[in-house]
């Protein structure tokens, strides 16, 4: 046989080996036994010295080329294998995927504390601190600095706890306003502030009383601050917690520390202003109560009433967690269970 | 106040619908709580008389009526009241028919007699009890005897009148009164109210002055005025008066009673009628009580006098709680003919304690206690006088008896357009304002610029800029005001140290697994003074509202014990909280509490669940104490954590709890409560801590410094040593450390055993000790010198067997 035809043959026949081989041990093998310094092909290149001249670079050129396809096809060969057996492995190591995961401890933040994080951070970017102050507060600045004496009718929407005739638990975040005016350099520019903290009254715990909940207060004074900017404000702390697409409506009220006095609606979320049980039939919720800061209490403060002025408001975040989560009874942000503490994660 | 629409019409014509004026009202002036009829939720109710009425057979008190309601048959119905009668006008319920209650009237049987229908008692078509006359409280009501069978019993009884009540805020006192809402609807509408009018005749032979003597401490009564009705008949109120009445919530007396009630209805002015004839002597003293004086109200109690409570007496002794309620024996009975009319304005702030203290509130106090209105007290005097000659045939004597009269002065009020737009971010002019003030009836003068406004008596709590900044903005109407945000010099927001720090022990414990709690903070005193870090008296209320919450708490575990408690009561295993607040330190004499922020933690069961795949470990020692390492790690403290055994907190394991340090101050501590606690919260083995968050915050704290990774590698050396029990391993980590020498880096404990395998006494410690040079590879000879001294100290100090 010539040797093209050999070399032909040891191709065709090696590369159908290839093809069949079914192991890595088998194709290496097919490589030394085809390949090897001992096998047919290297054999055959000995023989070109048989050959002419003339053919001689031709064979040659032929013989390579045979020797470069088996070297390629055992390579590929080789990578069909070895992908097989790791396919193989890993199918062997297949898992349920939905079996439960290893569980890692967390907790969560109490829901009264994350509606009051939230207003702290829309408060703080636009530029207001957050100040606090004493839980047991004195009458003069829970009553007296806020412009309700001794005998003002308006006592009696709050009654106390007294500790002494002097000294009692504050019943609302209010006096921090007059605490935070009395400290304020206004040489130094506004007065913008909000005063979280939990606030007592003497009620009897039910499922719309509590003796202890929370309120968020609100100031800001400076020389020109407006009706216009105190209902701005209150827009966006309503868009902020409830989202935008609620109405805010503003009605007339009355707080001794405030003059003019309003209390701020919101659309009711339950029937978005349809009528429901939720907001007895009017469309709306009550949220807040705000007012433009009673020029008594600025001078009670020691603040020029008649330089500077501003708004003040306060909400009760236990009303907004309640109004907001469909919560039906406020002794449960204080009774703790844990199957209600862990609720509130979700973000809308 | 309930606000019938129909009598609000004869004030002003309106056209408006009742929902529409409601919603006005609530967002130009004052809450309203409802607008309704009395009628709702009621049907088929008509006239129906009484054809004849005979004894049931089988009953000693059921009555079988033949009614005839206007159709061509009368109607049988069965009867139970006692007053039922042949030949009344009675409110019948069609079968069909709805009644309170949300009942429906079916024909039914009753021992065996047809029963087509209902007859109605008042308080069967919603009438409160407090407002159905008294004489029909044991049956059916009897209707005007010109009523027509079969019509509607709605008109007739006021039902279908549409009604708006207002719930007012402690300054709008004037509009407890139909003409105070009628000037505030005007206002509201830009209309003049037609004030009512009414013609006083005084036809009686005597003169006021001769038969009524006034001694008044005009501090107390600044007004207080008398006339006299003589000749009168006591009867029931004709029907329209009744109306106005139980539409207003109150209820009919009599002729004289009730005119004092629609007066005090219509002007604000509460009245009282004294029978003249039954006064000891005629002269009237406005006075404060004698301590300890005695006198019986009109509802019977005999009240002992306080000698801050303001009378009406005669000359022997009180006859009224003045404001607040008349005595029994000047009360208006069948048999009075002579009425002395009071007319006053007293000392509000006087009426409220009375009130309060008595428990004596009445539509007459809330109103002396939220004022009434000067200019239209002699007309109220008069109108009733009027009215009870009219409804009694009586005669009207000459004149008023004046006790006192101190005019009140309208007040005088400036504000300038500049500054209403100033404070309320508007551009309202001249004209806009101007317009406000003659809505609401104020004679107001400007000059372009400055208002002067003259403040009627009837709106008292107007006084300063801010109340007409207040009436031009919500008659502008709120929702006419722009809204902007607040501009000028930038003020930068951001939370304080202090506020951080505590924002991320929040943090921090909720991502060791901890819930936040949020307990009361108000405890009993036992629970306040439990698991204390410091010596302090209670801080107690005087007049707590429950024996459970007395006390301002001056720690907070045992709000988490009580929540714990209140979690494994219901079959909550595994609780995990932490709360952050402030605990109550008092010192001996001092009245008010220092303040401190404290943050705790309880933990009883598992942090985790127990799954399929990993076990999850039962809350111990050190399970609490890894999240105290944490939290003081991630703190940053400058100075070193350390813990020392302790048994000097009562209330915890005396072999399981440690007092943290952070240098040598004391910042809390951390262990098990003692069983014993444990058992009386009724909870199961639980952890706890309580730190000091204050002092953690007041602490310094290291400057945070970039400290360069070594590229040199670590080289480490394990050791196990057996040493006595007594030993700690905070005096072997010592010890290591003290002897370490330069390159020691750290040490690792990794294996603790105490066991049956050792000799008694003894227990097993091992660590990993790791080296670092930053500037060179270790040489090994060099570690192993070090580590030998290690090694020695360990033998030496500790009498340590090295394993």
């Known amino acids: 046989m010539a040797l093209r035809e050999r070399l032909q043959e040891l191709h065709d026949r090696g590369l159908a080996d290839i093809k069949k081989g079914d192991s890595l041990d088998r194709i290496n093998e097919i490589r030394v036994q085809l390949l090897g310094k001992k096998g047919p092909i290297?054999?055959?290149?000995?023989?070109?010295?048989?050959?002419?001249?003339?053919?001689?670079?031709?064979?040659?050129?032929?013989?390579?080329?045979?020797?470069?396809?088996?070297?390629?096809?055992?390579?590929?060969?080789?990578?069909?294998?070895?992908?097989?057996?790791?396919?193989?492995?890993?199918?062997?190591?297949?898992?349920?995927?939905?079996?439960?995961?290893?569980?890692?401890?967390?907790?969560?933040?109490?829901?009264?504390?994350?509606?009051?994080?939230?207003?702290?951070?829309?408060?703080?970017?636009?530029?207001?601190?957050?100040?606090?102050?004493?839980?047991?507060?004195?009458?003069?600045?829970?009553?007296?600095?806020?412009?309700?004496?001794?005998?003002?009718?308006?006592?009696?929407?709050?009654?106390?706890?007294?500790?002494?005739?002097?000294?009692?638990?504050?019943?609302?975040?209010?006096?921090?306003?007059?605490?935070?005016?009395?400290?304020?350099?206004?040489?130094?520019?506004?007065?913008?502030?909000?005063?979280?903290?939990?606030?007592?009254?003497?009620?009897?715990?039910?499922?719309?009383?509590?003796?202890?909940?929370?309120?968020?207060?609100?100031?800001?004074?400076?020389?020109?601050?407006?009706?216009?900017?105190?209902?701005?404000?209150?827009?966006?702390?309503?868009?902020?917690?409830?989202?935008?697409?609620?109405?805010?409506?503003?009605?007339?009220?009355?707080?001794?520390?405030?003059?003019?006095?309003?209390?701020?609606?919101?659309?009711?979320?339950n029937c978005m202003g349809k009528g429901c049980a939720v907001c007895k039939n009017t469309g709306w919720i009550e949220v807040l109560g705000a007012g433009m800061v009673h020029p008594n209490v600025l001078k009670m403060a020691g603040v020029d009433s008649s330089v500077y002025g501003g708004f003040a408001f306060g909400l009760g975040p236990d009303r907004f967690a309640m109004l907001k989560y469909g919560v039906d009874d406020i002794r449960n942000f204080y009774l703790n269970d844990t199957r209600f503490l862990t609720q509130f994660y979700k973000r809308g | 106040m309930k606000v019938s629409m129909d009598w609000l019409n004869e004030y002003l014509t309106l056209d408006v619908d009742p929902q529409t004026l409601g919603e006005k009202i609530e967002r130009t002036a004052v809450e309203v709580d409802q607008v309704y009829k009395m009628s709702d939720g009621m049907s088929n109710l008509v006239v129906g008389e009484t054809l004849s009425v005979e004894p049931h057979p089988d009953s000693d008190h059921l009555h079988i009526c033949q009614v005839d309601v206007g159709e061509d048959e009368p109607l049988q119905i069965v009867c139970g009241a006692p007053n039922v009668a042949t030949g009344q006008k009675v409110i019948v319920a069609l079968p069909g028919a709805w009644i309170a209650g949300h009942h429906k009237i079916k024909k039914s049987k009753m021992r065996g007699v047809a029963s087509n229908g209902m007859l109605c008692a008042l308080q069967e078509i919603g009438f409160d009890e407090k407002i159905a006359p008294k004489a029909y409280d044991e049956g059916i009501y009897i209707l005007p005897a010109d009523s027509e069978n079969g019509s509607s019993v709605f008109p007739i009884l006021g039902m279908d009148d549409d009604i708006v009540e207002t719930d007012l805020t402690p300054n709008r006192g004037d509009m407890n009164s139909m003409n105070g809402t009628a000037w505030e609807v005007g206002a509201i509408y830009g209309k003049t109210p037609k004030m009512p009018t009414f013609s006083l005749n005084e036809d009686g032979s005597r003169k006021v002055s001769d038969l009524l003597q006034f001694s008044v401490d005009e501090t107390l009564a600044p007004t207080y005025k008398m006339r006299i009705v003589s000749g009168v008949t006591i009867q029931d109120s004709p029907l329209w008066l009744q109306k106005r009445l139980w539409e207003a919530g109150m209820r009919p007396i009599n002729n004289i009673v009730d005119v004092t009630n629609y007066i005090m209805l219509t002007y604000g002015q509460p009245l009282h009628a004294f029978d003249y004839d039954k006064l000891s002597s005629h002269h009237i003293h406005v006075r404060l009580a004698y301590e300890g004086e005695h006198l019986t109200t009109l509802d019977g109690e005999d009240r002992k006098l306080r000698d801050s409570d303001m009378v009406i007496a005669d000359d022997k002794h009180a006859i009224a709680l003045a404001g607040t309620m008349g005595g029994l024996d000047t009360e208006i009975d069948d048999n009075t003919t002579t009425i002395a009319i009071e007319s006053a304005i007293f000392d509000p702030i006087k009426i409220r304690k009375t009130a309060r203290f008595f428990n004596l509130h009445s539509e007459a106090s809330m109103r002396f206690e939220r004022g009434v209105n000067k200019d239209d007290n002699q007309n109220a005097l008069d109108h009733a006088a009027a009215l009870m000659a009219e409804l009694g045939q009586g005669q009207t004597e000459q004149g008023t008896g004046v006790g006192s009269d101190t005019p009140?002065?309208?007040?005088?009020?400036?504000?300038?357009?500049?500054?209403?737009?100033?404070?309320?971010?508007?551009?309202?002019?001249?004209?806009?304002?101007?317009?406000?003030?003659?809505?609401?009836?104020?004679?107001?003068?400007?000059?372009?610029?400055?208002?002067?406004?003259?403040?009627?008596?009837?709106?008292?709590?107007?006084?300063?800029?801010?109340?007409?900044?207040?009436?031009?903005?919500?008659?502008?109407?709120?929702?006419?005001?722009?809204?902007?945000?607040?501009?000028?010099?930038?003020?930068?927001?951001?939370?304080?140290?202090?506020?951080?720090?505590?924002?991320?022990?929040?943090?921090?414990?909720?991502?060791?697994?901890?819930?936040?709690?949020?307990?009361?903070?108000?405890?009993?005193?036992?629970?306040?003074?439990?698991?204390?870090?410091?010596?302090?008296?209670?801080?107690?209320?005087?007049?707590?509202?429950?024996?459970?919450?007395?006390?301002?708490?001056?720690?907070?575990?045992?709000?988490?014990?009580?929540?714990?408690?209140?979690?494994?009561?219901?079959?909550?295993?595994?609780?995990?909280?932490?709360?952050?607040?402030?605990?109550?330190?008092?010192?001996?004499?001092?009245?008010?509490?220092?303040?401190?922020?404290?943050?705790?933690?309880?933990?009883?069961?598992?942090?985790?669940?127990?799954?399929?795949?990993?076990?999850?470990?039962?809350?111990?020692?050190?399970?609490?104490?890894?999240?105290?390492?944490?939290?003081?790690?991630?703190?940053?403290?400058?100075?070193?954590?350390?813990?020392?055994?302790?048994?000097?907190?009562?209330?915890?394991?005396?072999?399981?709890?440690?007092?943290?340090?952070?240098?040598?101050?004391?910042?809390?501590?951390?262990?098990?409560?003692?069983?014993?606690?444990?058992?009386?919260?009724?909870?199961?083995?639980?952890?706890?801590?309580?730190?000091?968050?204050?002092?953690?915050?007041?602490?310094?704290?290291?400057?945070?410094?970039?400290?360069?990774?070594?590229?040199?590698?670590?080289?480490?050396?394990?050791i196990a040593i057996l040493v006595d029990q007594s030993v700690t391993n905070a005096d072997v980590v010592a010890l290591i450390n003290k002897r370490g020498g330069a390159h020691l880096a750290g040490v690792q404990l990794f294996d603790v055993y105490e066991g049956v395998h050792l000799p008694a006494g003894k227990k097993s410690l091992a660590y990993t000790l790791t080296y670092r040079d930053r500037q060179a590879t270790l040489v090994e000879a060099d570690v192993t010198k070090a580590f030998d001294k290690v090694t020695a100290a360990l033998e030496k100090e500790f009498d340590a067997e090295i394993r």
């Open chain 1, 42 to 269: 290297t054999q055959a290149l000995r023989g070109l010295r048989d050959v002419s001249a003339e053919e001689r670079p031709k064979i040659g050129s032929f013989a390579n080329q045979i020797r470069d396809e088996l070297t390629a096809a055992i390579e590929e060969r080789n990578q069909e294998l070895k992908k097989a057996a790791i396919n193989a492995k890993l199918a062997s190591e297949t898992l349920d995927v939905t079996l439960p995961g290893t569980p890692v401890a967390q907790g969560q933040p109490h829901v009264i504390q994350r509606i009051i994080d939230q207003l702290e951070d829309m408060f703080l970017g636009m530029g207001y601190q957050v100040v606090d102050g004493p839980e047991v507060e004195d009458d003069h600045h829970n009553f007296e600095m806020m412009n309700l004496p001794k005998d003002h009718p308006a006592r009696d929407m709050q009654d106390t706890f007294y500790i002494t005739p002097e000294i009692l638990m504050r019943t609302h975040t209010s006096p921090n306003q007059a605490r935070a005016m009395e400290a304020h350099d206004f040489s130094k520019g506004p007065l913008k502030m909000i005063s979280p903290g939990r606030v007592y009254r003497r009620d009897t715990d039910d499922a719309t009383h509590s003796h202890q909940f929370h309120q968020v207060e609100g100031l800001v004074i400076d020389k020109h601050v407006t009706m216009a900017d105190l209902k701005g404000t209150l827009e966006m702390v309503a868009a902020n917690l409830f989202g935008d697409e609620f109405d805010v409506r503003l009605r007339p009220s009355y707080f001794p520390f405030t003059e003019p006095s309003v209390e701020a609606d919101i659309t009711c979320f």
């Open chain 2, 408 to 718: 009140v002065e309208p007040a005088k009020v400036s504000v300038t357009l500049t500054r209403i737009n100033h404070v309320l971010g508007t551009q309202l002019t001249v004209g806009q304002v101007q317009t406000i003030f003659d809505h609401l009836n104020f004679p107001t003068e400007n000059d372009g610029e400055t208002f002067n406004v003259t403040v009627p008596a009837r709106r008292w709590d107007i006084h300063i800029e801010a109340d007409l900044f207040e009436e031009v903005a919500r008659l502008y109407g709120y929702d006419n005001i722009p809204s902007t945000l607040p501009y000028g010099t930038m003020t930068p927001g951001a939370l304080t140290f202090k506020q951080r720090i505590i924002r991320d022990s929040r943090r921090l414990l909720e991502g060791a697994g901890l819930n936040q709690a949020i307990s009361y903070a108000l405890t009993t005193t036992a629970k306040a003074e439990q698991f204390m870090m410091r010596d302090s008296e209670p801080t107690e209320l005087a007049f707590p509202m429950s024996t459970d919450h007395t006390t301002a708490r001056m720690n907070l575990i045992s709000g988490l014990l009580d929540d714990i408690a209140y979690n494994v009561a219901r079959k909550q295993k595994n609780v995990a909280l932490y709360e952050q607040g402030r605990v109550f330190y008092r010192e001996g004499d001092a009245i008010r509490p220092l303040e401190v922020e404290h943050i705790a933690a309880a933990v009883t069961g598992t942090l985790t669940t127990k799954t399929w795949h990993a076990e999850a470990d039962m809350i111990d020692f050190y399970g609490i104490k890894g999240i105290v390492d944490l939290f003081l790690h991630d703190m940053g403290l400058s100075e070193p954590v350390h813990y020392e055994a302790t048994q000097a907190h009562a209330q915890m394991h005396p072999g399981r709890t440690a007092d943290i340090y952070v240098g040598d101050q004391v910042v809390g501590f951390v262990g098990q409560v003692h069983p014993e606690v444990a058992s009386d919260y009724k909870i199961p083995d639980t952890y706890v801590f309580e730190l000091n968050l204050q002092a953690l915050i007041d602490a310094p704290h290291d400057q945070q410094q970039y400290e360069p990774i070594s590229k040199f590698p670590d080289v480490t050396r394990d």
